[in-house]
């Protein structure tokens, strides 16, 4: 699909994620990583537009770190890092619940690394008075400012408590409080049950005992919705004083939030509340992230609202992924922007449905549908993708529609 003239053409995809899987079927004979094929398919499409952003679902803390050997704690080798920029990707969103999987080293690190390969980022800061910048992008002319808040930053699992000198370092949409109480609850439990489970996870790992509950047909991992609408007003009013600081020096803003729960295909109470908020303080556009499924899209008023992109490169083989959602499908949403007697307008938005394929060996490549469908040969796999495709459109677009052909773009009609 050609851009229409004088028109900007913003994309966003979902999850960038580098699991083990990846990680050891990267990894070459020297001891070094190869992620360019995670993104070969995907640079045709990439050309198609003026600016990319993704959301950056790892830290980069060097290998003496350790890299990822969990599946829910990550570090990633900085050749990920090269094979975004060489992809065509222009900004990364870094304020997530993985952004402290290293700690506050990994953090800033990370943006070091991003910053050598003149990869442009938001979310996470190495300083106050880069948190007090709002990022504006000139394209073509029209300026767009970028936020971005993470609802979270997986306290129970690395048990980081940022104090007021570290507050800085990621933009969250609330405090810490209500994980920081969880972690002491979980902390203070001597039940029987709590207790054998201490001693199971010395043993073996999380990722070993979803195996043995899979083989035993017991469950292994549930969808959750964040519907627990924890807030607190010194956040909100620092991310409507971003809000206000961005609308003064851009025709467009773009709120990036992670949040949402995790695979669960209807949003979550905070996250709505959130979607509110941003539209009450005079957002235009939100693009969301973080439930690994794709959710649906809708306006609230004059605000665009994406709920979730879904993933741009999980592993399918991930043990606790939740099949049943196609997690290995995402979106990647095209905002068309334009200049009309010196006011930016919205004059178009589409979007382009992924699909993530896993190798024998672990490699993963996503690829458009639209391409994809040409290098499968088996008629059985074509119809499939054909269905899952219509299911994704029907999701996203919140429509019912019955038959849904392949193609590069779909356009959203509000």
């Not at 990846?22 to 600016?51: G, P, W």
């Not at 910048?133 to 300026?143: A, H, R, Y």
């Not at 709505?272 to 649906?296: A, S």
């Not at 060996?361 to 008629?379: A, C, F, Q, S």
Request: proline share 2%; net charge neutral.
């Amino acid at each position: 699909m050609n851009k229409i003239d004088t028109d900007i053409k913003v994309s966003f995809i979902g999850d960038i994620m580098c699991e083990k899987p990846l990680l050891k079927a990267a990894q070459q004979e020297n001891d070094t990583f190869n992620f360019d094929d995670v993104f070969v398919n995907m640079k045709n499409i990439f050309k198609e537009s003026d600016y990319i952003v993704g959301n950056l679902e790892t830290v980069c803390a060097g290998k003496e770190k350790k890299y990822t050997n969990h599946i829910y704690n990550f570090n990633t080798p900085d050749s990920f890092i090269e094979s975004i920029a060489k992809s065509g990707i222009d900004m990364v969103t870094t304020a997530n619940n993985h952004c402290l999987d290293r700690g506050i080293y990994g953090l800033k690190r990370t943006i070091s690394i991003l910053d050598q390969n003149n990869v442009e980022h938001i979310g996470t800061y190495k300083s106050p008075s880069e948190q007090e910048e709002v990022f504006t992008k000139s394209v073509n002319g029209i300026k767009i400012s970028f936020l971005n808040y993470t609802y979270g930053t997986n306290l129970l699992v690395n048990k980081i408590i940022l104090d007021n000198n570290e507050k800085h370092h990621v933009n969250l949409l609330k405090s810490q409080k209500d994980e920081i109480e969880l972690l002491k609850k979980k902390e203070a439990n001597k039940s029987v049950k709590s207790r054998l489970f201490k001693i199971l996870f010395k043993i073996i790992s999380v990722e070993k005992w979803i195996k043995i509950k899979k083989k035993l047909g017991m469950t292994h991992n549930k969808a959750y919705k964040d519907d627990e609408v924890y807030l607190d007003n010194e956040y909100l009013e620092k991310i409507k004083k971003d809000i206000q600081k961005a609308k003064e020096s851009s025709d467009h803003v773009i709120v990036c939030m992670h949040s949402g729960g995790q695979f669960n295909e209807a949003p979550g109470k905070f996250t709505e509340y959130m979607m509110d908020f941003m539209k009450k303080n005079g957002v235009d556009t939100v693009i969301g992230t973080h439930p690994h499924v794709v959710q649906k899209h809708e306006m609230k008023d004059d605000m665009l609202a994406i709920y979730s992109l879904g993933n741009f490169n999980i592993s399918p083989s991930s043990v606790y992924l939740i099949d049943d959602d196609l997690p290995d499908y995402g979106i990647m949403f095209h905002l068309y922007l334009k200049k009309d007697n010196n006011q930016v307008k919205v004059s178009k938005t589409s979007f382009s449905i992924l699909k993530m394929h896993e190798d024998a060996n672990g490699y993963v490549k996503t690829y458009p549908v639209d391409e994809l469908i040409h290098h499968l040969n088996n008629k059985e796999e074509k119809e499939k993708l054909k269905d899952n495709v219509k299911r994704i459109y029907n999701k996203f677009a919140v429509n019912e529609k019955e038959k849904i052909s392949i193609q590069r773009e779909y356009e959203l009609v509000n």
